[in-house]
C-alpha cells in the first residue's frame, strides 16, 4: 500500500526523471526502465501512476506549460503599469523564461511537438499552448490596434517567439535570451507604433 502523501512527490520525481532521460538520450530512447532507473523507482511505478510513457510525457508537458503559465503569470503581477506594452513584454519574457529554455525543457518541447503529431491527447495540448499565447497577445494588441491588426500583430508575435525559441533550441548552444528578447520587443515596438 503507498504510503499517504506519496501521489504528488512521486509524479514530481518521475517527471523531472523524464526531463532529464529525454535531455540526455532523446525521447525515443528514454525508455520506461530508463526513466525508472533515473528516479531510483521500479517500472511499475510509472505505470501505476501514468499508464505508459505517452501519459508520461503528457504529464511532463503539462508541468512545462504550468512552468510557462506561472512565469507569464509572475511578470504580468510585478507591472508597474497597465499597459499593452508592458504586458506584451511579460508575456514575451515568460517565454524564454528559464524554465523553457534549458536544456532538458528545449529538448522535451522538441519531442512533444513531433510526437503531439501522431497522439491526439498531446495534439489537444499542443493546441490549448498555441491558443493561450495567440488569445493572450491578441487580448492586449485589442487594447489599442484595431481588430484586424490586431489579430495579425498577435499571428506575427507568437510565430517570432516560436522561431525564435526554436533556432536557439536546435543551436546547440546556450539559449540566448537577451537577444531573443531584443527581437521580440522590437517587433512589438513596430506594432505599437501603428497605434500612435
Known amino acids: 500500500m503507498p504510503k499517504v502523501g506519496m501521489q504528488p512527490i512521486r509524479r514530481s520525481q518521475l517527471i523531472a526523471a523524464t526531463l532529464e532521460a529525454v535531455d540526455q538520450v532523446g525521447m525515443s530512447d528514454a525508455s520506461i526502465a530508463y526513466i525508472a532507473r533515473l528516479a531510483g523507482v521500479s517500472n511499475g511505478i510509472i505505470s501505476h501512476y501514468f499508464k505508459d510513457k505517452n501519459g508520461l510525457l503528457e504529464a511532463t508537458m503539462r508541468h512545462l506549460m504550468q512552468a510557462l503559465s506561472a512565469a507569464v503569470r509572475a511578470r504580468r503581477t510585478v507591472l508597474r503599469e497597465d499597459t499593452p506594452r508592458a504586458h506584451l513584454r511579460a508575456i514575451i519574457a515568460g517565454n524564454f523564461d528559464e524554465t523553457q529554455v534549458s536544456g532538458p525543457a528545449m529538448k522535451t518541447w522538441l519531442a512533444f511537438w513531433a510526437t503531439s503529431m501522431h497522439q491526439p491527447a498531446l495534439r489537444r ?9 495567440y488569445s493572450n497577445l491578441c487580448g492586449q494588441f485589442r487594447r489599442v490596434l484595431p481588430q484586424d491588426q490586431a489579430r495579425q500583430a498577435a499571428r506575427g508575435l507568437a510565430a517570432l517567439v516560436d522561431g525564435l525559441w526554436l533556432r536557439g533550441a536546435l543551436s546547440g548552444e546556450a539559449f540566448d535570451t537577451r537577444q531573443a528578447l531584443q527581437i521580440a520587443y522590437e517587433y512589438l515596438d513596430m506594432h505599437l507604433a501603428k497605434a500612435d
Open 125 to 133: 495540448l499542443q493546441r490549448i499552448n498555441d491558443h493561450r499565447l
